[in-house]
C-alpha cells in the first residue's frame, strides 16, 4: 500500500505517516511537560516527583519552542500526505488514504 508519489527519492505515504505518529507522541510528551512545568511551584525546596528536566516554575520557553517545531513539522508533514494521497491513481487506495 505504499505509494512513493510523483518526484523521485521522496518518501512514501506510509513512511510518512509512521513519522507523522511519532511526532504526535513526541508533541504530546512535550506539551504534558510543558504544562507540568508552568503548573510547578516556584520554591524548589519542596517535591514529591523526580525533577523535570529543563527548570521550572513559570515553563521552559525552549520546551515550549521544541513543541513548536515539532508540531511544525507534522503540519508540513500533513501537507505533503495530503498532496500525495490525492495523486493516487488507484481509487481504493486513494480513498483509503483519504481517511
Same mark, same amino acid.
Given at each position: 500500500m505504499d505509494f512513493a508519489g510523483g518526484g523521485g527519492g521522496g518518501a512514501s505515504l506510509s513512511e510518512m505517516y509512521q513519522s507523522a505518529r511519532r511526532l504526535l507522541l513526541s508533541a504530546r510528551d512535550g506539551v504534558a511537560r510543558v504544562e507540568r512545568l508552568a503548573s510547578a511551584p516556584t520554591s524548589s525546596s519542596y517535591s514529591s516527583s523526580a525533577p523535570l528536566v529543563g527548570g521550572g516554575g513559570a515553563g521552559d520557553p525552549a520546551a515550549a519552542e521544541e513543541v513548536r517545531r515539532v508540531v511544525a513539522q507534522i503540519q508540513g *508533514?500533513?501537507?505533503q500526505m495530503d498532496r500525495l494521497w490525492r495523486s493516487i491513481p488507484a481509487k481504493?487506495?486513494?480513498? *483509503?488514504?483519504?481517511?
Amino acid at each position: 500500500m505504499d505509494f512513493a508519489g510523483g518526484g523521485g527519492g521522496g518518501a512514501s505515504l506510509s513512511e510518512m505517516y509512521q513519522s507523522a505518529r511519532r511526532l504526535l507522541l513526541s508533541a504530546r510528551d512535550g506539551v504534558a511537560r510543558v504544562e507540568r512545568l508552568a503548573s510547578a511551584p516556584t520554591s524548589s525546596s519542596y517535591s514529591s516527583s523526580a525533577p523535570l528536566v529543563g527548570g521550572g516554575g513559570a515553563g521552559d520557553p525552549a520546551a515550549a519552542e521544541e513543541v513548536r517545531r515539532v508540531v511544525a513539522q507534522i503540519q508540513g *508533514l500533513c501537507a505533503q500526505m495530503d498532496r500525495l494521497w490525492r495523486s493516487i491513481p488507484a481509487k481504493g487506495q486513494r480513498d *483509503l488514504w483519504k481517511r
